[in-house]
């Protein structure tokens, strides 16, 4: 049975730092493309993040350049989100996301909330 189970999330002044965390089953995680998306209240899911398994080459969303990095532990088959200096717009449900050929796998979400 396949499985992405997020954590890390919660409340978080602005200027704060949170780091998020997905961990993997039931799939080869190390050849699946990972990628973190977030939803936003009345807003379409977008993507923020992804990371590749061949040389782990990265990509991101501009509005988050400078301030997120995605990493992988293919050892711990754990996809990771460091976010730092967060902004209000950055408030969301993040979901991490493995795609792999015919597949395409979500996990459950997790809030982050940005808020003084």
């Known amino acids: 049975q396949v499985r992405l189970v997020e954590s890390g999330g919660g409340l978080v002044q602005p200027g704060g730092s949170l780091r998020l965390s997905c961990v993997a089953s039931?799939?080869?995680?190390?050849?699946?493309?990972m990628s973190w998306y977030r939803q936003a209240p009345g807003k379409e899911r977008e993507l923020v993040a992804s990371?590749?398994?061949?040389?782990?080459?990265?990509n991101y969303v501009d509005s988050v350049k400078g301030r997120f990095t995605i990493s992988r532990d293919n050892a711990k088959n754990t996809v990771y989100l460091q976010m730092i200096n967060l902004k209000p717009e950055d408030t969301a449900v993040y979901y991490c996301?493995?795609?792999?050929?015919?597949?395409?796998?979500w996990g459950q979400g997790t809030q982050v909330t940005v808020s003084s």
């Open positions: 996301k493995a795609v792999q050929i015919g597949a395409v796998y």
């Open positions: 039931g799939f080869t995680f190390s050849s699946a493309i």
């Open positions: 990371i590749s398994f061949i040389r782990s080459s990265t």
